[in-house]
């Protein structure tokens, strides 16, 4: 049975660090892309970055999160500092099997994880 399960989450203070972590199970194929998505209270989900062979980021967490990840363990992780209000939400790790370099293809992950929440306090 193919499962991803996240950890990491918790409370944090503005300006803080977390390192989110997400392990797969239960796949006979190869993680091709990983993903990170969150979704805060009363907001639609939203992608933060994923990684093929190169880690993509969008503009709200660039420069702040890193995504990274280990094949070996087949995890995945990220890596989030200076953290804001605005980053409360529960977050989400995703695996796909399909390709990645050039774009990000619509349904690209097949798998998710149950969410971690994540709350910064202000």
């Known amino acids: 049975q193919v499962q991803l399960v996240e950890s990491g989450g918790g409370l944090v203070q503005p300006g803080g660090s977390l390192r989110l972590s997400c392990v797969g199970s239960g796949m006979d194929f190869k993680i091709r892309t990983w993903g990170w998505y969150r979704q805060a209270p009363g907001k639609q989900r939203e992608l933060i970055a994923y990684?093929?062979?190169?880690?993509i980021y969008t503009e709200f967490v660039r420069g702040r999160f890193v995504i990274s990840r280990d094949n070996a363990k087949n995890m995945v992780y990220l890596q989030m500092n200076s953290l804001r209000d605005e980053d409360t939400a529960v977050y989400y790790c995703a695996a796909g099997f399909v390709c990645s370099a050039y774009a990000l293809p619509a349904g690209a992950f097949n798998y998710w994880g149950q969410g971690t929440q994540v709350t910064v306090s202000s």
């Open positions: 990684v093929g062979n190169i880690p």
